[in-house]
Nanobody, 118 residues
Framework: VKVVESGGGLVQPGGSLRLSCVAS????????MRWDRQAPGKERELVAE????????NYADSVKGRFTISRDNAKNTVYLQVNSVKPEDTAVYYC????????????WGQGTQVTVSS
């Protein structure tokens, strides 16, 4: 199983990024997908999650209205559109695949760094 994030980088405040996460070696359509982030000195926190069917997205209050999670089951890929970024969005963003029935079956990626700075 491999979970690989991409799309991070340096972005100015107010800018946008699209993060991608490709999960291979699993029945992707049976997994809920989730983005978490961890800023320096802070605990990892939920950013957004989406069900295996691609419905019922859930967002942290801090990103509602700015971030959008989506998925393409044909491409085994989940996306996080990140708009109107703020310095406090700076963090390593992690993608994980969580089996929709057996939630203990969870696979993490290595993370992608997002840095918001002018």
């Amino acid at each position: 199983v491999k979970v690989v994030e991409s799309g991070g980088g340096l972005v100015q405040p107010g800018g946008s990024l699209r993060l991608s996460c490709v999960a291979s070696g699993i029945a992707f359509s049976r997994f809920n997908m989730r983005w978490d982030r961890q800023a320096p000195g802070k605990e990892r926190e939920l950013v957004a999650e989406i069900t295996s069917a691609g419905d019922r997205p859930n967002y942290a209050d801090s990103v509602k209205g700015r971030f959008t999670i989506s998925r393409d089951n044909a491409k085994n890929t989940v996306y996080l559109q990140v708009n109107s970024v703020k310095p406090e969005d700076t963090a390593v963003y992690y993608c994980s695949a969580i089996h929709s029935v057996v939630s203990a079956s969870r696979f993490w990626g290595q993370g992608t760094q997002v840095t918001v700075s002018s």
